[in-house]
């Protein structure tokens, strides 16, 4: 099938799709493309999430608004089905790859499940087929590994028996349906024909902005935009440590800097995690001449996962104030989510303090209203704690009252990670508080 074919069976909507990868972005993509009235494949090798979607119901955790009956509608109308075989590709025209990209502790990106998926496609690929690659992936990979893999598995060549391109996803956990619909697309094709049949495909189900260009653009392009947000997470990491060292205040610093033309400073915090942000800067770096060695990337990386450890040193030194030893504390921890009002642990910045709190010798104790394990009433949870870390800026620890917590707990230690009160508000004689980016308490105590 050549490429024009192609794209008038995009444009009447009698290709055949797939969707490999039925996770937190393949599976809303697989519905969002059966909802436009295309038929869909999904592919996965969990047989029980096969299962689970060919009930329409999803295996996807967490609130994600639409998602569940959304599903329900598309399989009850037979414009989704889910399989793990993978024989059943053999006549589908277009086909998204959505699997997992990691990286491993030596920042290294892990292409294990890419390859498997290709190796195992290329023997059934159709005719003329067109394959894209939406996971998050390090520059040149589409050429250096997707590219060949595919070849070789398929014994076709490209822009002969079949195309191929990269088109990133821009979702967000809570938001997966909403960020497909309605955020813009970098559609990379392999070549400049193929990205216009893309960007056919995804006018469909995109309500926003579509810019075609290359593949290595669209691969730049994906990590650039988180290792963007990295950088300055750690720009604003670095302005609050030095305000501690200084003795001002970073919240205040940022509300000032930022009335300056052209300012944005993001917010200081307790760390940087989820399932992107501290992935994707090692995937923009990973295939770089090793003649170059990039050094703002790697150092912003370095910075952000220092704060948790960050605030381990500021716990340690507000028990010192409250002469409390570190053997004799039970420590709350709250928040264990990466982000505020999510359930989402990936990569949690709160794990790394958890985990050098207990090595110290402390007794920990997590709360966290959005996550099964660690839910419950804030005083009931964490009765005799005599110190309290905030990692993650849940609301519900916005409109506590801390100051209740010494009528119940006597003289305890406040470590602040996300700037959720407002130390003024603190009865600073029975708390002792310390946060992020704020002169030490002690300095505060003696104003
Ligand atoms: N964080 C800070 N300071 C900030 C912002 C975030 O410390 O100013 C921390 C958060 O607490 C969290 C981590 O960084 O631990 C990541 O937060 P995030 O707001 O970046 O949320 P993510 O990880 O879900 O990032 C996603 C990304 N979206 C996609 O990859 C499609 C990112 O590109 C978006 O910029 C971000 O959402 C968003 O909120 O827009």
Redesign the pocket.
Known sequence: MTLPILQQKIENQTAKLAVIGLGYVGLPVACEFARVGFHVLGVDIIQERVDEINRGLSPIEGDEPGLTELLEDVVGQRKLHATTNYADLKDRDVILIDVETPIDDDHQPRYEALRAVLNDLGPVLKDGALVIVESTIAPRTMQDLVLPVLEESSSKRLNQDFFLGNCP?????GKLLA?LRY?SRVVGGMTSETAETMMSLYKYVVDAKLDSTDCVTAEVVKTT??AY?DV??AF??EVALICEDIGANVWEVRELVNKSPGRNM????A???????PK?PWLLVANVAKDFEPLLIPAARSINDGMPLHMVDLTVEALRECGIGIDDSRIAVLGYA???NSDDTRNS?SKVLVERLQDLGAEVVIHDPYITEYQGDIMEATRGCNVFVIM?AHDVYRSFDWNDLSIDHGKVALIDGRNVFNPDQINLQSICYCAVGRRKSNEQQDK
């Not at 993001?266 to 915090?269: A, D, I, K, N, V």
């Open positions: 996803e821009r979702v967000m956990p960020n955020v935009e988180n947000r300055n997470i604003a990491n993001l917010f200081p915090g760390g940087v995690g989820g399932h992107c942000i994707d990466y982000l505020e910045p993650v």
